[in-house]
């Protein structure tokens, strides 16, 4: 009605998409509703200040979504199933919940038949590819605007230009980009643009207030987390909550991530994820129990280009639903409880029992007597296994005696 173009704002209330949020309306003029994808990184006080946080910067509208369960049962589950961990470190906690909310973001879009949708990515990282990707796919032809990106704005000048808007916020709170989600916690600082620096103590979002040491045992039920010690819960995503109070305090899963981004370039990212880290363990010990030589085998490759994949942003491409549909039919057998001893900065898995335990003294014990095949059946197996090979090198050194008769 009053002739304004409507541009759909991605918005977490942090400095990039505040300055988005006030640099959209005020300075190009745009109707400007924003929203924010809730992944499991904001309690119910914090979407609520963040909601008041967007009236004041000026938006005619905020939506909040609750997408923490979608969000693990579209992807997180998967990963699990995986045991997928970038680089052998990263549990894909940032990469893996964009998808997310690019998805609600481009859908919500349509809903307001927007002119324009934005987001708050800079143009050195991966989220501007996930995010413009979706957008491209999802929802052809709107235009995408990003301001970090286009005019290359420092931090510091984004802090600038809110405070000379009047705007109210925690910059102190900026010097750090943290992004809070169900499958962990990215923390991107100065430290994190060199090669060489760690994190100090007071940027990581979860202090270490525990000591000494605790167990907890992990029930999973076809490769899903479905209760912790004695405690059911309704959804898996609930259970990774709970775990993470428990593991958190402990500063289990802190780490910092060197990967390549998706534009070529390397970058580091420190990391907390302490729930995600200990049921990937956990789940992985389960399998080497339960599934057979060349399941796991199988998996691990189908695994590995399914998280590659994935953290370049291609959920939607075809082939991940075919990859989702192996990881799921092999979880059948990943059942049962496992042993998990926590403590400060560390934990480790101290064993597993389940129904399904290949590992039976019923068919033999490792290392001592078996009781499925006699010696002698070795001594045959074993002569008929390298029969091949045997066969190889009896040629080859017929074939190099008579070469050197000649």
Known sequence: MNGKKIVVLGFSGGLDTSYCAKYLSDEMEYEVHSIIVNTGGFSE?????????AYKLGVKTHTTVD???????QIVKYLIYGNVLKNNTYPLSVSAERLSQALHIAEHAKRLNADAVAHGSTGAGNDQVRFDMIFHIMIPGVEIITPIRDMSLSRQQEIDYLQSKGVEMNFAKAVYSINKGLWGTSVGGKETLQSKGILPEEAWPTQVTK???????LHFEKGELKKINQQVFNHPAEAIQHLQTIAGPYGIGRDINVGDTIIGIKGRVGFEAAAPMVILKAHHALEKH??????????DQLAQFYG????????LDPVMRNIEAFLESSQQAVTGDVFVQLLPYRFQVAGIESPYDLMSSKFGKYG???TGWSGEDVRGFSKIFGNQTSIYYQVK??????AQDT
Request: hydrophobic letters at 35%.
């Open 45 to 53: 006080k914090e979407l609520k200040e963040i909601e008041a946080h």
């Open 67 to 73: 997408a923490v369960k979608g969000y693990y049962d």
């Open 211 to 217: 000591t000494g040491s605790e167990e907890v045992i």
């Open 290 to 299: 339960v599934l057979s030589k060349w399941q796991l085998a199988w998996k």
């Open 308 to 315: 590659n994949w994935l953290h370049e942003g291609q959920i």
């Open 368 to 370: 001592e007597m078996n």
């Open 397 to 402: 050194e017929s074939a190099e005696t008579q």
